[in-house]
């Protein structure tokens, strides 16, 4: 009996690991050495904290399962492993055999086309928030410019100039009000495209951020065989500038702190359910404090910013040039790692 159990739990795809009271694994089958790079023998008697460097929920809450003796179950939990970020499902069982108190932790790898499904949900989430937040923008321009007429009217009918300090006022406010309603409707089109090498646009982006944050080394890792895009460079140049400034407003303070720009080329990506021969891969990754899970997947929302004081508008304008370019753009964030990434279509 027990070599016939042996045999089904090496033929799982789904990977299974023992854990003691501790979370020190003690049994790990196949398909676990698969998922955490290691074998069996090296991933025995080593506590789970050890084998993952970050996980999306909290392992205590694994751990409380044996006191409950209740299971837990997450169908999206977010593993980091050699470095590496990995979706799956997770269910956790208690264990009562031999005297002793265990858990059996089941991990299954979130398939692909599963991913690219909720990658397309989002994708229809924001396009509907970017389109109710549209709409609010034009309703408040529309009065907005009334509002700025009546007040130079005023302005020029007023019997005491002293008074004409707060039709002034006004001016500048409504003035203020019209520019982020504009930063809100954001360009809807690209520009002018042409040929151009996506390294000369980072260059500029590198050389504005170095010029303000001089605490911050910016490290390159270019590939130079990258073919060029075509590109609205000044929109991409903006689309870009907003995600490497934001890292180095976050990292201010943060000793040791780095931004590294890497580009590279991906063969047969998916980009917003579309198959492309070749693309652009623009990685922008800093060892700043993380973004919390709760705000990845609604940070390219307009008007929502994990930043103190940060307007929530930048993200999602970048977001808007990267999609007209049929592009896409996602983050991986746990703590000391974020990285934002690009993908542009490479058309020969």
Aim: with cysteine; charged share 20%; net charge negative.
């Amino acid at each position: 009996m027990a070599t016939l159990i042996e045999s089904v739990m090496d033929n799982l795809i789904t990977a299974v690991v023992v854990l003691d009271e501790n979370l020190v694994v003690t049994y790990a089958n196949p398909a676990a050495e698969q998922l955490f790079c290691l074998s069996a023998r090296r991933l025995k008697e080593q506590p789970l904290s050890d084998i993952i460097q970050h996980c999306s929920i909290n392992l205590e809450h694994v751990q409380e399962t044996l006191a409950s003796g209740q299971g837990l179950t997450d169908s999206d939990v977010t593993l980091v492993i050699d470095g590496n970020q990995r979706k799956v499902e997770l269910s956790a069982s208690p264990l009562q055999w031999a005297r002793s108190t265990s858990m059996l932790v089941e991990l299954k790898a979130i398939g692909h086309q599963q991913q690219i499904s909720k990658e397309l949900q989002q994708q229809a989430q924001q396009q509907a928030a970017k389109e109710l937040v549209r709409g609010l923008a034009h309703e408040i321009k529309n009065p907005l410019g009334g509002l700025r007429g009546a007040a130079q009217l005023l302005e020029k009918m007023l019997p005491d100039p002293s008074l004409s300090e707060y039709t002034r006022i006004i001016i500048e406010q409504a003035d203020r009000l019209r520019n982020l309603v504009d930063r809100l409707l954001g360009p809807q089109r690209p520009g002018t495209t042409q040929q151009e090498n996506i390294h000369v646009v980072l260059e500029k982006v590198r050389q504005l951020v170095e010029l303000s944050a001089d605490d911050t080394r910016i490290t390159r890792d270019y590939d130079p065989s990258l073919p060029d895009l075509e590109m609205d460079p000044d929109q991409l140049e903006q689309a870009l500038l907003n995600v490497v400034s934001n890292a180095a407003e976050i990292l201010q303070g943060t000793p040791d702190s780095e931004i590294t720009l890497r580009t590279r080329t991906e063969h047969q990506v998916v980009i917003n359910g579309k198959r492309h021969r070749l693309a652009a891969r623009i990685d922008i990754t800093d060892n700043g404090p993380g973004i919390s899970p709760e705000l990845q997947d609604t940070l390219f929302y307009p008007m929502v910013s994990g930043r103190p004081g940060g307007t929530g508008l930048g993200l999602s304008i970048t977001r808007n040039l990267i999609d007209q370019h049929k592009g896409k753009i996602y983050v991986n964030s746990w703590p000391g790692h974020t990285t934002f990434t690009i993908l542009l279509p490479i058309k020969r």
